[in-house]
T-cell receptor, first 114, second 113 residues
Framework: SQKIEQNSEALNIQEGKTATLTCNYT??????LQWYRQDPGRGPVFLLL?????KEKRKERLKVTFDTTLKQSLFHITASQPADSATYLC?????????????FGIGTKLQVIP | DAGVIQSPRHEVTEMGQEVTLRCKPI?????LFWYRQTMMRGLELLIY????????DSGMPEDRFSAKMPNASFSTLKIQPSEPRDSAVYFC???????????FGPGTRLTVT
């Protein structure tokens, strides 16, 4: 069956360091992969999308890599700040019968320590 | 645009009661998704619509759950009868076919006692 794995435990890092979050998947051939941020008591907010034919995508302090051979995506936040503390969800998207369908991972909680 | 609007924000009900959750998607978005989020299972897709038509309801847990989208600006998710294990946060999200990012509402926190 399809499976998406993210670091199930919280990730604590020091302010200013680079945070790296992992998303692994099995039995899935996604057309694209997305990363979302979720703060407590709120809905997820879209951050980045990377397509299956792209290796890397950047947006300000964020960088996403996508390796379809390893079936893995890495999400990096450089020069991390306490305001980056949140839960980060990866989501795999596929075209199903001409429609888009997205499956989310359970998320990784990031805590940036001042 | 005000974003995706959900109501109510919190719902507390007793087991066996009917619960109706409401969603107004972003104007112009053709896709509408209903999700359920729990600590144990994360964010699960229940059902999604395209142009008001249900496309995939394979995530709906059982017949107690039903969803409708009578027009492009309104959708409901109904649970009848509700059970304690339905307690979760229910999110509605919408997106357009040209871009894949989903815009989520604030969620409805449902507690069934």
């Amino acid at each position: 069956s399809q499976k998406i794995e993210q670091n199930s435990e919280a990730l604590n890092i020091q302010e200013g360091k680079t945070a790296t979050l992992t998303c692994n998947y099995t039995n899935y051939s996604p057309a694209y992969l997305q990363w979302y941020r979720q703060d407590p008591g709120r809905g997820p907010v879209f951050l980045l999308l990377i397509r299956e034919n792209e290796k890397e995508k950047r947006k300000e302090r964020l960088k996403v890599t996508f390796d379809t051979t390893l079936k893995q995506s890495l999400f990096h936040i450089t020069a991390s700040q306490p305001a980056d503390s949140a839960t980060y969800l990866c989501a795999l998207g596929a075209n199903s019968g001409g429609y888009q369908k997205v499956t989310f991972g359970i998320g990784t909680k990031l805590q940036v320590i001042p | 645009d005000a974003g995706v609007i959900q109501s109510p924000r919190h719902e507390v009900t007793e087991m066996g009661q009917e619960v109706t959750l409401r969603c107004k998607p972003i104007s112009g978005h053709d896709y509408l998704f209903w999700y359920r989020q729990t600590m144990m299972r994360g964010l699960e897709l229940l059902i999604y619509f395209n142009n008001n038509v249900p496309i995939d309801d394979s995530g709906m847990p059982e017949d107690r759950f039903s969803a409708k989208m009578p027009n492009a600006s309104f959708s409901t998710l109904k649970i009848q009868p509700s059970e304690p294990r339905d307690s979760a946060v229910y999110f509605c999200a919408s997106s357009s076919p040209q871009v894949y990012e989903q815009y989520f509402g604030p969620g409805t926190r449902l507690t069934v006692t």
